[in-house]
């Protein structure tokens, strides 16, 4: 029908925004293309480079917003994970809220993003500081919320404690947005692979070396000799970058 065509052509513009704003989150700025389409042949294909963060999240948004606009609201239980209008604004909504944070809204010279070009010369991150970014975040956030068609879970006649329960325990809950089915024990996607279960997966098993790979909120990475070979080995001394504000005792909330 008219209606299914519209939302499938929807559910593709979705996805597509889906994996570029994926991309953003794991690569930072990549090669973008948009509408474009490549042959791979070409002569000057080596001069495709990233283009700034700024370009790929404004695009990415719009398609967002244009993808709300012809998807349901609701696909059924039966198409739970399917794309809706609510999942398309709510990630343009955490996208936003992702580029305002002080990371990628300018650190006025003292970041380590603040000198990556690429070679058109254009740079890649915002260098000054821009508060209408947070704006633009909370009125994506308030787009969601005046849908007024998600809630807390909040079944009066349970304690909280089964409230949240329930959130892991139905399909379906009114604080779901977008999800995905998870196939197998949920223990076993979660203990570390050598303790316990011995075919489990270790899916949020942390390691001190990828905590030291990630850098600080002011941008500088807590250890300086990261590629050193007695580093990746294991043995000697780390050497802690005092800009950083990293400590490898004690919490900060």
């Given at each position: ?27 930072g700025p990549v090669v973008f293309l948009g509408d474009e389409l ?10 495709a480079d990233r283009s700034p963060w700024s370009t790929i999240v ?134 570390p692979s050598r303790i316990g279960l011995t075919n489990s997966y ?52």
């Open positions: 029908t008219e209606k299914e065509m519209m939302t499938w052509k929807a559910e593709a513009r979705f996805l597509r925004a889906f994996y570029y704003y994926r991309l953003l989150i794991l690569n490549v042959d791979f042949n070409l002569d000057n294909i080596d001069m404004d695009w990415v948004c719009d398609e967002f917003d244009l993808a709300a606009k012809d998807l349901p609201e609701d696909q059924g239980d039966y198409y739970l994970g399917r794309a809706t209008k609510g999942a398309a604004l709510a990630y343009k909504a955490k996208l936003l809220l992702y580029s305002a944070r002080p990371l990628f809204n300018g650190q006025n010279g003292t970041h380590i993003y603040d000198n990556m070009y690429n070679h058109y010369g254009e740079k890649l991150f915002a260098t000054e500081y821009d508060p209408t970014k947070w704006e633009r975040a909370a009125k994506a956030c308030q787009d969601v919320i005046d849908m007024n068609y998600y809630a807390l879970e909040n079944d009066k006649t349970l304690d909280p404690v089964a409230n949240y329960h329930n959130l892991f325990d139905k399909m379906k809950t009114s604080e779901t947005i977008f999800c995905r089915i998870l196939g197998g024990n949920i223990v076993q996607h979660t203990m270790g899916g949020v098993s942390l390691t001190q070396k990828i905590v030291d790979y990630f850098p600080m909120a002011n941008g500088y990475w807590p250890i300086n000799n990261l590629e050193d070979e007695t580093y990746n080995n294991g043995v000697g001394d780390i050497i802690i970058e005092p800009r950083s504000g990293y400590t490898e005792s004690g919490s900060k909330s």
